[in-house]
């Protein structure tokens, strides 16, 4: 069955770069994506990547996948204190007749020291 | 406001009881995911619907049930819920029924606690 990997836990400086892994098993998986949940709140689209891209850059966002070890990466770059948060890593598979779902990792939590 | 929305926000019953969450999808939307989200499981898929049909369920237990109306509006219904109930229940909404690359929207969430 799917599953998504992610490091349960990082803290960075302000400033620094952080990266976030995820591994992931569903070698159909068409999208993968990202999102921020922030405290008390949903969970917000941050970036997403087509399986046949290898890099995407939005910003200070970067995601880099490598398909052949199914592992995928978020680095922020220049990374400020609103982005504490916990990222979730997501691959839409298929659930059949024609139906797609996201299954999510447990997510990282990211922790932003001033 | 991400357009879904979810109510009540917060919840609070005791075991063996019956609560009723809903959902309004963001306009345009015709699927709607329920997720639970709880400190040990993490995020777990529970159901969606396209149109007003049932696609697929994933981690639902047998106390639970959902459906979604002919305005697209959804309704997940919990009975004779357990201390281990207490999670956040979220719902998210896609365009098209394989979702796209925009994947999902979700709500702000539904806190429940049993007591």
């Known amino acids: 069955g799917e599953d998504v990997e992610q490091s349960l836990f990082l803290s960075v400086r302000e400033g620094d770069s952080s990266v976030i892994n995820c591994t992931y098993t569903d070698s159909s998986s068409t999208y993968l ?67 797609y779902q996201l299954t999510f990792g447990k997510g990282t939590k990211l922790s932003v020291i001033p | 406001d991400s357009g879904v929305t979810q109510t009540p926000k917060h919840l609070i019953t005791a075991t063996g009881q019956r609560v009723t969450l809903r959902c309004s999808p963001r306009s345009g939307d015709l699927s709607v995911y329920w997720y639970q989200q709880s400190l040990d499981q993490g995020l777990q898929f529970l159901i969606q619907y396209y149109n007003g049909e049932e696609r697929a369920k994933g981690n639902i237990l047998e106390r639970f049930s959902a459906q979604q109306f002919p305005d697209l509006h959804s309704e997940l219904n919990l009975s004779s819920l357990e201390l281990g109930d207490s999670a956040l229940y979220f719902c998210a909404s896609s365009v098209a029924l394989a979702g796209d690359g925009y994947g999902y929207t979700f709500g702000s969430g539904t806190r429940l606690t049993v007591v």
Not at chain 1, 77 to 96: L, P, R
């Open chain 1, 33 to 99: 994506y990202w999102y921020k949940q922030e405290p008390g709140a949903g969970l917000q689209l941050l970036t997403y990547i087509f399986s046949n891209m290898d890099m995407k850059q939005d910003q200070r966002l970067t995601v880099l996948l490598n398909k052949k070890d199914k592992h995928l990466s978020l680095r922020i770059a220049d990374t400020q204190t609103g982005d504490s948060a916990i990222y979730f890593c997501a691959e839409k598979g298929s659930s059949g007749a024609g139906s």
